[in-house]
């Protein structure tokens, strides 16, 4: 079955970096989108940033400049450069994958910016 397994999130100071990773298992065919998403505490999930399968970037507002999508279609995975973190960045960041009509997400991984 598809599953996609996110790592990379942790604990870090305002000012720093991190890089997310997803990796997508169980894909016959090219996978379309993949993209990050984040839901902080009390909030909605909204989308961060997501990439056509040619690599075209879309990003949010409030993260154009500092965050930075890639993916490397064979080995189906999807990257988030993370730079000058905020304090409003904390949330657990969510991979989708959009495969054959159908989204996929991941578990989550905790992305914490605190002093």
């Known amino acids: 079955q598809v599953q996609l397994v996110e790592s990379g999130g942790g604990l870090v100071q305002p000012g720093g970096s991190l890089r997310l990773s997803c990796t997508a298992s169980?894909?016959?065919?090219?996978?379309?989108?993949m993209g990050w998403y984040r839901q902080a505490p009390g909030k909605q999930r909204e989308l961060v940033a997501s990439?056509?399968?040619?690599?075209?970037?879309n990003y949010a507002d409030s993260v154009k400049g500092r965050f930075t999508i890639s993916r490397d279609n064979a080995k189906n995975t999807v990257y988030l450069q993370m730079a000058s973190l905020t304090l409003e960045d904390t949330a657990v960041y969510y991979c989708?994958?959009?495969?054959?009509?159908?989204?996929?997400w991941g578990q989550g991984t905790q992305v914490t910016v605190s002093s």
């Open positions: 990439a056509t399968v040619g690599g075209r970037p």
């Open positions: 169980g894909m016959t065919f090219s996978i379309d989108d």
């Open positions: 989708k994958a959009e495969y054959l009509l159908r989204d996929y």
